[in-house]
């Protein structure tokens, strides 16, 4: 499938799911493709962002002596925030464009950190990918392509990055349950680690 076309049927996959885009800025990394972000407003004040680009190429790893062009996982990133943060989206950009830049393979479980805010004030210096299918159906792609997902984001302060690193990824989720954690909120604190 031509890059532009899949970028079209991603782009409208997304507007199925939360509605027409209400802002939408573009970042262009060198040595990659443009990255977008659509910022999407939904209901009880909640703004869902979700990356457009990184899906155009498989993830590849980087120890792979040629990379696949078809096959492979792509994916995009969604991040739902109370009220809304615009100051996401170049750090979102920046993360979309890792596969390309770093050869990094975004997977479900994993932390991605920026280490700096990911937003002026911010508590959060990167989050944790959570599993798809809750927010947007995978989408499918013409064989042999893998279908993209999409990736929800977790913001994560550096404590609860390090408590992840030590613990893992499914005992910060359940201490995040069991405290009651909204992690859409933008001005939460880290959850209790001790």
Do not use: C
């Amino acid at each position: 499938m031509p890059h532009d076309e899949l970028l079209s049927a991603v782009e409208a996959h997304l507007t199925s799911a939360f509605g027409e885009p209400d802002g939408r800025a573009a970042v262009t990394f060198l040595g990659a493709d443009r990255i977008e972000v659509l910022r999407f407003a939904a209901d009880e004040g909640l703004v869902r962002y979700a990356t457009l680009g990184m899906s155009a190429a498989p993830m590849a790893d980087p120890n792979d002596p040629v990379a696949d062009p078809v096959r492979g996982p792509r994916a995009e990133l969604l991040l739902s925030v109370r009220g809304g943060r615009d100051e996401v989206l170049r750090p979102l950009a920046t993360l979309a464009a890792s596969p390309q830049v770093e050869g990094l393979v975004v997977a479900p479980g994993a932390s991605l950190d920026l280490g700096a805010p990911l937003w002026p004030g911010s508590a959060f210096t990167g989050f944790l990918v959570a599993e798809p299918g809750g927010l947007v159906e995978d989408l499918p792609l013409p064989e042999p392509a893998d279908p993209v997902r999409f990736l929800p984001l977790l913001p994560m302060t550096p404590n609860e990055a390090a408590h992840k690193r030590v613990h893992g990824a499914a005992e910060l989720r359940e201490r995040w349950l069991r405290h009651g954690t909204d992690l859409r909120d933008p001005h939460r604190r880290g959850v209790p680690l001790d």
